[in-house]
């Protein structure tokens, strides 16, 4: 077997985007290009990674578990690239990066562990802001780098698309669901009581948009406008909620469980957002990789 890091980074990147399409346009090569190189992997692995279809690709049994060791070994790899640009004392800097306040106290003290070990002479300076001042403060070129879901782009500004992260039911542990329980279809919730973020929240809108769909559109009567606030109001039992898997890491703080949904599934687009016309330099690409991991990390 002779994987190459350029391979193991095309299959992470398309795990992360559910697209082929996608992950060729951030590659720089052409889908059939992609598709090629995706073929040598499986037959070099002797196994099928995803499943295709017209419309996406989905990881196989084979492909979950192969992704964890992708991701730790391509963040090993680069970590160990970037520990050589260390020799010069001209790469200490510092990163300012901004994050909503449940990935920044969820997320980003396992992805800021990480990086202090690969690059400690680099330092992170975290700040947990809103959706707007995030957006703001990166166009104003006060943060480095700012991390969630931005539905939106801006002229001024250039996204990465870092991870799909798809919708789940937040319930009250041990709570009663309709069918089995281990996986809901989007029809199931239309009599559920259901919590929610403002509405001009763009996970809502992803939400309301879905709910409406089946059938629902009255809006929640119960509304918070933070994650955790959400989150510890559904263990209290005042209802589910409907919210994307990167809050994993947040509801194990919780009595909480979580519950695929289905037909369809659903994902929302994890971003980064940098100024355009500002260099992406290597300690934020690093940055951005332990960011991923501990993401992954949190979500098994």
């Not at 995706?38 to 279809?53: G, H």
């Not at 669901?177 to 763009?202: F, I, Q, V």
């Amino acid at each position: 077997m002779n994987l190459s890091l350029r391979q193991i980074r095309a299959f992470t990147l398309i795990a992360r985007l559910q697209s082929i399409t996608r992950a060729a346009e951030q590659l720089h090569i052409s889908q059939a290009g992609l598709s090629g190189m995706l073929r040598d992997i499986e037959t070099q692995l002797d196994c099928r990674l995803f499943d295709r279809t017209t419309r996406a690709v989905s990881l196989t049994d084979a492909g979950r578990a192969f992704l964890p060791v992708a991701t730790r070994v391509l963040a090993e790899l680069e970590g160990a690239a970037a520990s050589l640009g260390r020799l010069s004392a001209a790469e200490s800097q510092t990163l300012v990066i901004g994050a909503t306040p449940l990935v920044a106290s969820c997320v980003l003290p396992l992805a800021c562990a990480a990086f202090a070990a690969q690059r400690p002479q680099t330092s992170v300076v975290v700040q947990d802001l809103d959706r707007a001042q995030i957006r703001q403060k990166v166009q104003a070129g006060e943060l480095d780098a700012g991390y969630g879901v931005f539905l939106e782009a801006a002229g001024d500004l250039r996204r990465m698309l870092l991870q799909m992260s798809e919708l789940v039911l937040v319930a009250p542990q041990g709570a009663a669901l309709p069918g089995t329980g281990e996986r809901l279809r989007w029809s199931e919730l239309r009599d559920l009581a259901l919590l929610s973020l403002p509405a001009d929240n763009p996970i809502q809108q992803q939400v309301d948009a879905q709910l409406a769909s089946i059938g629902r559109s009255q809006p929640s009567q119960r509304t918070f406008n933070h994650l955790h606030t959400v989150l510890a109001m559904v263990e209290a039992g005042a209802g589910h909620a409907v919210l994307p898997s990167f809050v994993a890491s947040a509801s194990l703080r919780y009595r909480l469980q979580m519950v695929p949904l289905t037909r369809p599934r659903v994902a929302l687009e994890f971003y980064e957002i940098t100024r355009k016309g500002r260099p992406r330099g290597s300690a934020l690409a690093a940055f951005s990789q332990c960011l991923l991991a501990a993401m992954s990390r949190a979500s098994d």
